[in-house]
């Protein structure tokens, strides 16, 4: 890169994410560059630097950065976490692709977005014996990202460990490879928040510990825009959600079970894609209280259910209340048909996937 490009200061843009043949950049350049406001570089820089091991070149690469008082967009990928630029400006940048970590494979066909697609994304893949708490930079990013990617982390529960806010502005979520994550979202009463209130996609692959994906209270605007559930090879997971814990701010009670039932037709009128791999221990897909009516898929286009060996059916009714003042002594009484038992050796016909309440639309193009 020709060192005359310092004289550029007012330049607002720079994209060097496809010069592959760039071998360095030379130093005191970028932060020359006073005007720039969007910054594309993605791999083809800080990944060779990494392999050809010129760690003193990529850090300060990195420490010219904070230099970009006018930098809005950024688009890079940085090897380590321990690499990141602890003073980076993250509060004032208005778009972002940023990964963080190495991600060899991508599962359910998951593609990096356009760089010049206005969306906040991030990707992060720690080494063994890193500690995300550490990293203040990281944690203003999950205020604010739309799009999550979340490789090994170090964590338990997504929402209470990483932002306890509930990821406000998140529309997708993907979490893979990953051995630690027990709950997506463990909620106590006390402390019921929005939890992913504008998230519209939820992929998991391959979490061999994930237990439930939402555990306790959540409010009627959880979850409320969730298109799409991917998963795969969540073998501890016994089914996807339960409705029958929904934090509902009303005093009277019917109007409470009002709220709750109108709250699991918009979940479920939303949903448009349900497809799950692989999970050795699940049983059902919904638990939904007794005595709510139909279940009705109204928008649902594609549903996939394969290798589940232990799955019954398609929702379960739960004999639980879903108001606030739940209590550790209430029981919940699961009342399930199940696919194939002793008696059903001899009948030539299974009990249906989906009982009688269950309404789902087919629609020809």
Not at 198 to 204: F, I, R, W
Request: charged share 20%; net charge negative; glycine share 4%.
């Amino acid at each position: 890169m020709p060192d005359d490009l310092q004289n550029l200061n007012k330049l607002r843009l720079l994209d060097i994410s496809v010069c592959f043949g760039l071998r360095i950049i030379p130093p005191n350049l970028i932060s020359s560059l006073v005007s720039l406001e969007e910054l594309y570089i993605r791999k083809s820089l800080i990944k060779k630097l990494e392999k050809r091991g010129t760690d003193k070149g990529q850090n300060s690469f990195r420490s010219e950065l904070k230099n970009l008082h006018h930098l809005k967009v950024v688009d890079l990928s940085i090897p380590c976490v321990s690499d990141f630029p602890s003073y980076f400006f993250f509060d004032r940048l208005k778009d972002y692709k940023i990964e963080i970590g190495d991600f060899e494979m991508f599962p359910f066909g998951f593609r990096m977005p356009n760089k010049y697609d206005e969306l906040r994304f991030l990707a992060l893949q720690l080494k063994d014996g890193i500690n995300v708490h550490s990293q203040n930079g990281i944690k203003l990013l999950f205020k604010t990202v739309q799009s999550l990617l979340l490789g090994k982390v170090g964590v338990q529960n997504i929402v209470k460990e990483l932002n306890v806010d509930g990821f406000p502005d998140l529309k997708h979520l993907s979490i893979i490879n990953n051995s630690d994550v027990k709950y997506v979202n463990s909620t106590e009463l006390s402390s019921c928040v929005n939890v992913f209130p504008n998230l519209e996609s939820l992929c998991l692959y391959s979490l061999m510990n994930l237990e439930i994906i939402c555990y306790g209270p959540v409010t009627v605007t959880s979850f409320a825009k969730l298109k799409t559930i991917k998963i795969d090879m969540c073998h501890q997971l016994k089914n996807l959600f339960s409705f029958y814990t929904i934090q509902i701010s009303t005093g009277a009670e019917t109007r409470e079970i009002s709220e709750c039932n109108s709250y699991v037709n918009n979940f479920l009128a939303n949903l448009e894609m349900i497809e799950v791999y692989e999970c050795v221990s699940l049983e059902e897909i919904f638990q939904i209280q007794v005595g709510y009516s139909k279940v009705e898929f109204l928008r649902l286009h594609t549903l996939t259910l394969q290798s589940l060996p232990s799955f019954t059916c398609f929702s379960t009714k739960v004999e639980r209340s879903c108001w606030p003042h739940l209590t550790e002594a209430q029981t919940t009484t699961r009342s399930r048909t199940k696919v194939s038992t002793e008696e059903d050796h001899h009948s030539d016909k299974a009990p249906p996937l989906f009982d009688e309440l269950v309404c789902h639309y087919i629609f020809f193009i």
